[in-house]
Structures are given as structure tokens and as C-alpha cells.
């Protein structure tokens, strides 16, 4: 349990970019998603507060079927994963436990051809980027190591999502998988800590100050949980301005 | 061992389970009444995380050195052993000669700790995790002890899953999802509340716990409102209705 595992998926992902010539991004975690867990589509929606807001990207038109269905409903495990910050795995839409979760979706989804659906809520704690949505035609689990895959692409996306919508526009993507996937390969409790102190030092909500966080470890070629640590011990501290920080 | 105690302790935890409750306060309820019962000098529950690491759900105290403990075992360790092979994992003497992880008794000696015992945290199956005592003195703990050490085990397990129908196997793995980013919130409102006022992050959570306690709310609840405020005042001001 080294982290080894999220290294070797983030790898798959950065494969699949550089195969077509480009940075990083969203389409490429749902496309490594789909072929390691031999699901049909994948999508990913954009969060605003606490619900899923607008399609990102979509691997088929099937995906962008089921995605705006439950955006335009305001039903459907995309929804539920936000309000519990909990996966859903609904294997078999066509049992009773879906039709009684989503009377409206299921069926609606089931007539668009998806037999299983499996959503992952794009969080770190409070922060809540959007959703990743999966699914397969014919209905059945997820097989048990897949899962652990699916997670830690998740997490990807959750760190794409936030980077670019918080300006990480000169790092690019990319700064999710340079230097920063191992840092995010195995949880620390400082990086959440560190997130929480920020939000107070710089004056910003969740999301920026983890931004802000991870923008100057990679600024400064070092360890996110290093420099999470410094700051929770109070060996550091970063300013209001992009380039400053100091000491306590 | 304290009968009174034990009867005392299961009757809380059976009570607060039949309500709805918090589940990282539960598991703290639970290490902290592990370390009573079992007179430990810390617990821990650690979960096993399918993205290939194991995670502190809840610990006896939030001294940095204990939750370094728990981080190391992911490289080696007793609940790294009892992950594995799904049994009870005893370090009775981690000062000895020849440890079994080197690393791992060097740095739990310095800590002040020279037992160990994992317990795991079983559901038919799948091991999703253990409760890991810790004991000052050599010897570890006894017969009766690692009993009711497991049932305290046990109990965690099905604290995890009390909401949910869990003949599914997949209701196991969203739970525990649940549950790990619930700490997670956990922890970023400890650090801003610890920014805010300059005090600890052990101060910070228990004020956050208490604060919950006091106002009947779930502590990953006023966490996650803490988090989200446009303030950092404690106590938060007057809580609106949530938007759903």
C-alpha cells in the first residue's frame, strides 16, 4: 500500500493524452475509465454549489443523453452522489432498488439502452467539483478491483476540474500529473488541514485554497505534503499575492 | 477488567446506533472507549481505502506521532498484516530484539509504545479494516481483552454500514466512501478553525465535537458548514435551513 496503484493509473491516463498529441484532461480519465473497467460511456459534469451543473465532457451520445436526463430531471445517482459525497453503484437498473430511487431516470435510462450506471462524486472533503458518471449497456457489477481504478480516476478529475477552474491556466492540466500525482497517490491529513488553514491566510473559499496549495508546491517543485506540513507546523505561511509567503 | 465499564460502554454504543448518528464521531466514541476498556495507551481505526491505502477513520488523540503511526503501516505494520491475511496481528514486545517491522517498532518505541495489536474489521469476506491498540508496556494484552477487543472491532463494522441494506456488496464500498471523505471535511474545518483562533489541531477538533454534541447536530454536518462559511467565526453563526 504504497500508492504505487495511483501511479500506475495516472500513467494510463497521461498514455492515453500523449497518444493524441495533447495535455491531459477530463475526456482522457473518461476514456482510460471506460477501457479498464469495460464499461460502454463515461461523462463528467461541473458542479455549482452543491449540485451537478453542466456536461464537461462525454464519450458518447449516449453519455450525453444520460448525463443531461439528469440534469434536466434533478434526479438520477449523479445527483445523490453530490448530496451523500458517496458513490452509487446501481448495477442493474431494471431492479427494484433503482426504480424506487429514480421513478423518473430509470426507466428513461433504461429506454436509452443503459443496463448498469455507476457514479462517483469529484470531491476533496467540502469541495465539490462535479461528477463522473459511468455506464454499461448490459446490467451487472463492477468488478471488485475496478472500483479502486475508478476512484483514483475520480480523483484525477476532481484535480483537473479544480485546476482549471482556478486558474491554473500556466500549468495547464498537466500540473495534475508533473509533478503532483505521486504527491496525491497516497492521502495525508495535512493536505486536508493545510486546505482548512488556508481558506483563513489567504481569505478564500475551500476550492481556491486548495488550488492555491497545490499552484505553489508545484511552483516550488515540491511535495504537496511537504509543504502541507510546513504549513500546519507554521514553518510557513502564504500571502494574499500569488508570490509571496514567508515564514511564521 | 471493569465489568461495569463494559456493560456501560456497549449500552452506549448499542444506544447511539439505534439513532441516527455521525459516523466518524462514532468511531471516535468507539478508540476512545477501546482505550478505557482495554486500558491502551491509544487506538485507532484504520480503513482500508480500494484506491490501495490504508486511512485513520478516527484515533485517540491527534497527536501527530500516533497518526504517523497509522500512516506508516501502509508500508509495513500489524494492520497492514491484518489487512492481509484477515487475523488478529499481536506485537506483544516492539523494544525486542529482531522486530518483525523494523521501521514501524522504531518509530511506535518512540512514541512512548511497545505493544500492538491489530483487530480486523470483518464483514462475511472482505476485511475493510482494523482497530489497532497500542500499549505502553510489554506483553500487549490478554486472552479476555483481545475479546472483547474484537467484538469493539465488530461493533466499528457494523457502525460503518447501520444506514443501508447490506446484502449488497456495493453498499460496503459507497459507505466507507462516505465515511473516508467525511473525515476528510473533518479535517479541513480543523485546520481553519485552528488558523482562526491559534490553537491546536487536537483543541480544534474537540471544540468542533463538542460544539456538535451540544447542538445536537452530526459533527461531519457542522464541519462541512464551517468549511463552506463565508466566516470563520466559532461558534458559526445562527444555521439556516440547508438548501436542498
Redesign the interface.
Known amino acids: ?6 501511479l500506475a493509473v495516472w500513467a494510463q491516463v497521461a498514455a492515453h493524452a500523449a497518444a493524441q498529441g495533447q495535455r491531459p484532461s477530463v475526456a482522457d480519465v473518461c476514456a482510460v475509465a471506460v477501457s479498464s473497467a469495460q464499461l460502454s460511456g463515461a461523462w463528467v459534469v461541473a458542479a455549482r ?2 449540485d451537478p451543473d453542466f456536461v464537461m465532457c462525454v464519450t458518447d451520445p449516449v453519455s450525453e443523453q444520460l448525463a443531461e436526463l439528469q440534469l434536466t430531471l434533478g434526479e438520477g445517482p449523479c445527483r445523490d452522489v453530490l448530496a ?6 446501481a ?1 442493474d437498473l431494471g431492479d427494484a432498488e433503482s426504480a424506487r430511487r429514480w421513478p423518473a431516470f430509470t426507466p428513461a435510462a433504461c429506454q436509452l439502452g443503459a443496463g448498469a450506471l455507476f457514479a462517483f ?1 469529484l ?4 469541495i465539490r467539483a462535479g461528477v463522473l458518471g459511468l455506464y454499461r449497456s448490459s446490467p451487472g ?2 468488478p ?1 478491483r475496478r ?2 481504478d475508478l ?2 480516476l475520480a ?1 484525477a478529475a476532481t484535480v483537473m476540474l479544480l485546476g482549471s477552474e482556478h486558474g491554473d491556466a500556466e500549468n495547464g492540466d498537466g500540473a495534475a500529473l508533473d509533478g503532483q500525482a505521486p504527491d496525491l497517490a ?4 495535512e493536505i ?10 489567504l481569505g478564500v ?2 476550492a481556491a485554497a486548495f488550488a492555491r496549495l497545490r499552484a505553489y508546491a508545484y511552483s516550488q517543485d515540491r511535495r504537496l505534503a511537504d509543504v502541507a506540513g510546513d504549513i ?1 507546523a507554521r514553518r510557513l505561511r502564504l500571502g494574499r499575492d500569488p508570490g509571496q509567503h514567508g515564514g511564521p | 477488567m471493569d465489568t461495569e465499564l463494559l456493560s456501560d460502554t456497549f449500552v452506549e454504543l448499542a444506544d447511539t446506533m439505534v439513532a441516527e448518528f455521525d459516523v466518524i464521531e462514532f468511531l471516535h466514541l468507539l478508540t476512545d472507549r477501546s482505550v478505557a476498556l482495554l486500558a491502551a495507551s491509544a487506538a485507532g481505526v484504520v480503513l482500508a ?8 477513520a478516527a484515533a485517540s488523540s491527534e497527536e501527530a506521532e500516533l ?1 504517523e503511526l497509522f ?1 506508516l503501516q ?2 509495513q505494520g500489524p494492520c ?1 498484516e491484518c489487512f492481509r491475511t484477515g487475523r488478529a496481528v499481536t506485537a506483544t514486545d516492539l523494544a525486542g530484539p529482531a522486530p518483525q517491522w523494523p521501521r514501524f517498532a522504531e518509530a511506535a518505541a518512540r512514541a512512548g509504545f511497545r505493544s500492538v495489536e491489530a483487530l480486523p474489521m470483518r464483514l462475511r469476506d472482505q476485511v475493510i479494516g482494523a482497530l489497532n491498540l497500542f500499549g505502553a508496556g510489554p506483553g500487549g494484552f490478554d486472552a479476555a481483552d483481545l475479546r472483547i477487543g474484537q467484538a469493539l472491532a465488530d461493533v466499528a463494522t457494523i457502525g460503518l454500514l447501520h444506514e443501508r441494506n447490506v446484502r449488497r ?2 453498499t460496503v ?3 466507507l ?2 465515511a473516508l ?5 473533518i ?10 483562533l491559534s490553537i491546536d ?1 487536537g483543541r480544534a477538533f474537540k471544540m468542533l465535537r463538542d460544539y456538535a454534541r451540544n447542538s445536537n447536530q452530526h459533527l461531519t454536518d457542522v ?2 458548514d464551517f ?2 462559511g463565508a466566516t ?1 467565526d466559532f461558534p458559526p453563526p445562527a444555521r439556516r435551513q440547508p ?1 436542498r
Open positions: 500500500m504504497t500508492g504505487s496503484r495511483a454549489g452543491s451523500s459525497a458517496a458513490p452509487v453503484l448495477g462524486p470531491i476533496v472533503g467540502a457489477p463492477l471488485g472500483f479502486g476512484l483514483i480523483d497516497l492521502h495525508r491529513a486536508d488541514q493545510a486546505t482548512g488553514m488556508l481558506t483563513v491566510q473559499p475551500v500546519v | 481505502d480500494p484506491r490501495g491505502e490504508l486511512r485513520v497518526l500512516q501502509n508500508d497492514l456488496r456495493e464500498a459507497e459507505q466512501q462516505g471523505n467525511s473525515r476528510v471535511v479535517e479541513q474545518a480543523k485546520g481553519k478553525l485552528a488558523e482562526r489541531m464541519a462541512r468549511v463552506d470563520a438548501h
